[in-house]
């Protein structure tokens, strides 16, 4: 029978699947800088804030869609392949679908016949109700998505989500960019232009939704050959709804504290720090854009925590502690080695990076240093927030995360009320909120895991060395800048010879160091010869 002929789905081991997952972030982070930079350009900051405004209100559907549900999907998922019930995972991506469908549709409808409300509602102008409209069907197409995508992370196969996020972004690169060019030159409206943009990202998902519906009914089969035990669909639907309702609160808690964070600045510009509407777009603008290359490192820690819960998930369903606790630190010490020297790269280069990407001169560079230095040494609590939640999500424990998630969103809208009212400080206030705002939930989340006793990484021993690193290598970035920009006419020139000079320095020093661990390298393929060409024991 055909059935009986298919290929079983190839398991990854946790380091194959975030390597996957990072390549793909790497391809897709690229693909969006050319995007998103020369997008900049086209539209101006204003119109960077207004596009950036429709992001804010799709992140709230988006986690509402796409962050309970995949955890639970694959978690459970990896428990039923761990004891080789491959029906059950059948019925468990059939269950969790109906639930996306539902939850894309309701989101969709509502983006887009309440666009301007929307809109009016986050900024306090209706300049941003095309970019809104225009990104209204993506929440279904991605419901979707991340319904097979939980499918295929469940049991460890990354491939297929790696390639649907290149499509996306490719989509996103050459359908939105040159909207957006056209829509501007036909009407000269930076409104419609930013809704123009946005609608790249709508074609790119129904691409990457074709793409993953043709990989799934190709896998699917296989799973009939060992089926196993099934629940029925009530009790399947409980389990997932079990897990997901506590993390979908916490992120969509924290996604909503985030627009109403948006609120709160916005109104504190244009009050107490008495900003015009323009001069307030235009610094939500520059901020956004800070944000966006926050964004950039934080990213790469997704594969990680993607690919940590179903292999945690994997080896405590088979009692095997040690082979849990191996995963977990290996974990830390990758996030280690990319957010640290990235969150120390930005923080020490932040002020020639602008330059380098934006052109940024006088007040507008010096707001946007500012900005980015403080969001840069974020980037460390950030990586801490996510890898920490995905370690106790794979434990079992989904409450925890939700309630530390919105305590620190809290503290984020008090600190930025405060700080974003004061003339001198204004929307610098903003980046120091978030800093708040992650570092509350980082140690929050670590001494939570300190009295359990099933989930004690050693987190600051392993993540010494790569902050050692990274701060000898921030250090040398900033002087080596500073040397060249004397010597060099171009300081776009500087900048990037400094960055390639820190990465160098870098590398060196993870080998000088020793960081990488021999247990970190048997998860790799081939980890042993790595090992013995690295001389690691």
Not at 50 to 57: E, L, R
Not at 67 to 77: E, F, K, N
Not at 391 to 415: N, R
């Amino acid at each position: 029978m055909m059935i009986l002929n298919e290929k079983p789905m190839k398991k990854q081991t946790f380091l194959q699947g975030a390597a996957i997952l990072a390549l793909a972030t790497a391809i897709v982070k690229v693909i969006g800088a050319c995007y998103k930079i020369p997008l900049g350009n086209i539209i101006g900051d204003a119109g960077y804030g207004y596009f950036t405004t429709a992001y804010d209100i799709y992140s709230v559907l988006l986690m509402i869609s796409t962050t309970g549900l995949p955890v639970a999907m694959s978690r459970m998922i990896s428990e039923a392949q761990a004891l080789e019930q491959g029906a059950q995972i059948r019925k468990i991506y059939h269950t969790a679908l109906y639930v996306f469908l539902l939850i894309g549709l309701l989101g969709s409808v509502g983006m887009l016949l309440f666009c301007r409300q929307l809109s009016i509602l986050v900024t306090g102008f209706d300049t941003s109700w095309a970019a809104i409209a225009a990104l209204a069907p993506s929440v279904l197409f991605i419901c979707v998505i991340s319904a097979y995508r939980g499918f295929f992370q469940g049991q460890s196969n990354m491939t297929p989500t790696s390639i649907s996020q290149i499509f996306e972004a490719l989509c996103k690169l050459l359908i939105g960019l040159g909207c957006a060019w056209l829509v501007l030159k036909k009407t000269g409206d930076v409104t419609l232009a930013a809704g123009g943009a946005i609608l790249g990202v709508t074609i790119g998902c129904v691409v990457s939704m074709a793409y993953l519906s043709y990989q799934y009914h190709r896998a699917a089969p296989a799973l009939s050959a060992n089926a196993g035990p099934t629940k029925t669909t009530k009790q399947t639907m409980q389990q997932l709804l079990a897990i997901a309702i506590p993390i979908t609160l916490g992120a969509a808690g924290l996604q909503i504290i985030n627009l109403a964070d948006t609120m709160v600045f916005m109104r504190r510009l244009t009050g107490a720090a008495g900003f015009s509407q323009d001069a307030a777009e235009t610094a939500k603008g520059i901020y956004n854009f800070c944000q966006t290359i926050f964004n950039l490192p934080c990213a790469f820690i997704t594969p990680i925590t993607v690919s940590v819960i179903p292999a945690i998930t994997g080896h405590l369903t088979l009692k095997n502690a040690r082979g849990a606790r191996i995963v977990e630190e290996s974990s830390v010490r990758i996030m280690a080695l990319i957010s640290m020297p990235c969150a120390l790269g930005l923080a020490s280069l932040s002020g020639p990076i602008l330059q380098l990407l934006r052109g940024y001169e006088g007040q507008n560079l010096m707001i946007g240093s500012a900005i980015l230095a403080i969001l840069g040494i974020c980037v460390i609590f950030n990586s801490l927030v996510l890898l920490t939640n995905a370690i106790m999500q794979a434990h079992g424990d989904v409450t925890t995360p939700v309630i530390h998630m919105l305590i620190g969103g809290v503290v984020k809208i008090i600190v930025n009320y405060i700080l974003v009212g004061i003339p001198s400080i204004h929307i610098i206030g903003a980046a120091v909120g978030t800093v708040c705002c992650y570092l509350s939930i980082t140690v929050l989340n670590l001494i939570a895991m300190r009295r359990d006793p099933q989930t004690k990484p050693k987190i600051f021993s392993v993540a010494g060395k790569p902050l050692l690193a990274s701060l000898i290598m921030g250090a040398c970035a900033y002087m080596i800048n500073g040397l060249l920009c004397a010597y060099l006419p171009s300081r776009s020139l500087a900048c990037l010879l400094a960055i390639a000079a820190a990465c160098v320095i870098y590398l060196i020093l993870v080998i000088a160091f020793q960081i990488i661990t021999y247990d970190d390298c048997l998860l790799l393929p081939k980890g042993d010869k790595i090992a013995r060409f690295l001389k690691i024991h």
